[in-house]
């Protein structure tokens, strides 16, 4: 019977100790927080989007060769803003962001998109609050809206052009396609690679190249099947160009290869130019009249990141492009 | 108790002490909407200024109006200036008539050149407003040259910022060279650099010839010895303090505040825009620009710093303003940035503290640069310094500062080890360096020479854009070369 009391006096005791315990414990402790004037201090916990980003376009933004040929060296000063941004969140989503002077060759980094005002309950702006890591994450859906991008990304137009494609109304924004969860799976977090038209796969699956026979005419048909935005989206640096010839006999080198139509957005001094950007959804067909093209020809789609030739008269598309797509027509 | 006070003794002697160490700090500056006052008072002003609306313009005999301009077409016509006049004495009736022939394709040249001179010789708006338009967007390049021609004519100094626009845009000589002519008419001579490229470069001798005898006539105008005297004059603010330019008709200061207004806009090429403008307009600028570094909106007040760093020393009036701008949190590293490119020597004490004790590493950065562009000797030790730093940017900033500063030799091995460092900026270092390559071959030192060459040679080839991996391995390749000239 004693024996009997005991255990159940000390279920009693023991239960009564769990609940003071659970009622009573030390808070865990919070990592002292930390300042933060560098992405690299990131990468001491944050070791897989770091890596991420560190290969990504955005951490070249500053250092790219074809930024710094375009922008003349950044002596366009109205680049830097954007490709060496202070915080997002400085400035407030849907604005614009302001230029900054350190880490300029960081680009836009980790701390352009997460770092918080120093009036927030946090430091940095992330998918969860977690008020005892040393950068003190509060929670922000904001991140995953587009309107986080477009202080940026819309001074090149490609927010106001999804803002009319049929993803926008099915809620499907730029970090659905430029930011995926790693392996599909939500639970291993976004992908910081943010790829975009470095990426000629994705490219490739953003439009497609067919070409047909109408008498004596060939039809080349472009369409924008799966970019979000128009193709190409920047419109005033990248192109995207069609070109054809006709197919080499075996064993003998191929023609040059012929232009026929150019995708691409002209800058203001380019007055002669029009703006033949292809939208979300819509097809471009383009003809070669006449029975030139009429025996076994090619046809190819090439994705420029800068817009200018080598040399205009005979582009070399091979050598200064990346091929997009290739069909081959037979008489 | 006995350990508890001297804790709570401890913490108040220290919390005194911190307080006594801190520099005393002023407040920033007020802000207030400054640019829509000063468009709210610009408006009402020529609202009183304005007469009463003239009657409906009568309609003109459009035959009569063709035949004098098929007058002022024949160059060598008796009857030009009277034709010029009966023109004038249509007014506002002819401008629509005239913008209809000047645009006509299908029009005879002479005649669509009579209609530009007409529309500058009425003079009155809208006339202006229609030949700016045939600058900006007239086809034919030598529409858009005479259109620049005649704006010089035109009385109102409206005219000004949308012809400083075109110096951004425009591809065609001829134009340039009218812009600049007309331009300097009204004492702005920002178009002379796009001029001395024409008279230097172009493949057309006859276009050379012309921006060369154009060049001089402005030059003699403006009281210098020659073009590029007149150009050097203009970018140091010498030419403005010898000669200060007339202060602004109203029409060109409500451009200005309008293009101030527009510098808080969305799109960043519209402020680019702004900015091109504002800071090639004369010195007269600086003193709205110093006002606009008060406004309450954040953009206004960077990007009006950045107009007055683009000046250049021609924004040296700007400094009072700037300084106290370097308290305003969210704009001081672009006032630190402008007190640097405007030559601000009365800034170096607080830009060397900035540099020293600023929590914002961004404004230290700023700090460094501005004291490179300042180049004093009393900012080397603070220089120095912010060298020794951490930081690699800060670090960085420094170094290139001094070597900016007449301190090469001393951080020429410091920016060599920028170059392998990962965060450091190495175009920048590799920039320095050939800078301080080329000094020392200019002094006569041969195996630098050699070196340089050898530098150079690394270079991507005109006209080509190196990949990522190209850039990097030009870093190394030039990393190895100056290597070991440390080593030596």
Known sequence: MNALRIAVGGIFVATGAAALFAVFRPPAEAAPARTFTSSAQCRECHAEPYAEWEVSWHAQSWTDPDVRALSNDFANTDCIDCHAPRPVWETGLGNRVLPRTARRVEGVDCITCHLLPETSRGIVAGTMDVPTAPCRPEAKRELAQVEFCAGCHDQHKTVEQWRTTDYAKQGIGCIDCHMPFRDGDPNKGRDHTMHGGHDIELVRKAVTLAARREGTNVIAAVTNVGAGHHFPTDERSRAGDVFWRPVAAAGASPEPWRWLYRFRSPYRHETALTDTLLPAHATKEVAIEGPEASGRIEMALFYKLTPYWKDPERPDPDAEARLVHRVVLEP | ?488
């Open chain 2, 1 to 488: 108790m006995r350990r508890i006070v001297p804790l709570v003794l401890a913490l108040f002697f220290g919390a005194c002490s911190r307080d006594a160490a801190k520099p005393a700090q002023e407040p920033p500056p007020a802000l207030s909407n400054v640019v829509a006052a000063e468009l709210a008072r610009l408006e009402a002003r020529i609202g009183a200024e304005t007469k009463p609306a003239a009657p409906a313009p009568t309609p003109i005999d459009l035959e009569e109006l063709r035949g004098l301009l098929g007058t002022l077409a024949e160059p060598r016509s008796s009857f030009r200036e009277a034709a010029l006049r009966d023109v004038k004495s249509f007014g506002a009736s002819a401008i629509a008539p005239l913008e209809s022939v000047a645009l006509d394709a299908s029009a005879p040249t002479s005649e669509r050149t009579a209609a530009i001179e007409a529309l500058a010789a009425i003079g009155a708006e809208p006339a202006p407003q229609v030949l700016l338009r045939v600058l900006e967007s007239a086809p034919e390049p030598w529409m858009r040259a005479h259109a620049a021609w005649r704006l010089g004519e035109v009385a109102t100094d409206g005219v000004v910022p949308r012809m400083l626009l075109r110096l951004k845009y425009e591809v065609d000589a001829e134009t340039v060279i009218w812009l600049a002519d007309s331009l300097a008419r009204r004492s702005c001579y920002a178009g002379v650099d796009g001029l001395r490229v024409v008279r230097d470069t172009n493949a057309d001798e006859g276009v050379r010839s012309n921006a060369a005898q154009r060049g001089a006539e402005i030059a003699a105008r403006a009281g210098a010895a020659d073009l590029d005297a007149l150009a050097r004059d203009w970018a140091s603010g010498a030419l403005e303090i010898a000669h200060p330019p007339p202060p602004p008709g109203r029409d060109l200061e409500r451009e200005a505040w309008i293009r101030i207004d527009k510098l808080r806009q969305w799109d960043l090429r519209v402020v680019d825009d702004c900015r091109f403008v504002l800071a090639r307009l004369p010195a007269w600028i600086v003193e709205p620009l110093t006002r606009a570094l008060r406004d309450d909106d954040v953009y206004v007040r960077v990007h009006a710093a950045q107009c007055l760093e683009r000046m250049g020393p021609r924004a040296r009036s700007a400094s009072t303003a700037l300084l106290a701008s370097l308290r305003d949190p969210r704009a001081a590293s672009a006032a630190a940035m402008a007190l640097g490119a405007t030559g601000a020597t009365d800034a170096a004490p607080d830009l060397e503290r900035i540099l020293a004790s600023a929590r914002d590493i961004d404004l230290r950065v700023a700090a460094a640069t501005a004291l490179g562009a300042l180049a004093l000797e009393r900012s080397h030790d603070a220089l120095r310094q912010a060298a020794a730093v951490d930081a690699i940017d800060l670090r960085q900033a420094a170094l290139l500062a001094l070597a900016r500063s007449g301190r090469a030799d001393e951080v020429a091995p410091a920016l060599i080890e920028c170059m392998r460092l990962e965060g450091a900026d190495h175009e920048a270092a590799q920039r320095a360096i050939e800078a301080w390559l080329s000094a020392r071959a200019q002094r006569g030192d041969q195996g630098i020479a050699e070196l340089l060459e050898r530098w150079r040679a690394l270079a991507p080839a005109a006209g080509t854009i190196e990949s990522t991996a190209q850039a990097l391995e030009r870093n190394r390749a030039r990393l190895a070369l100056v290597d070991a000239l440390v080593k030596r």
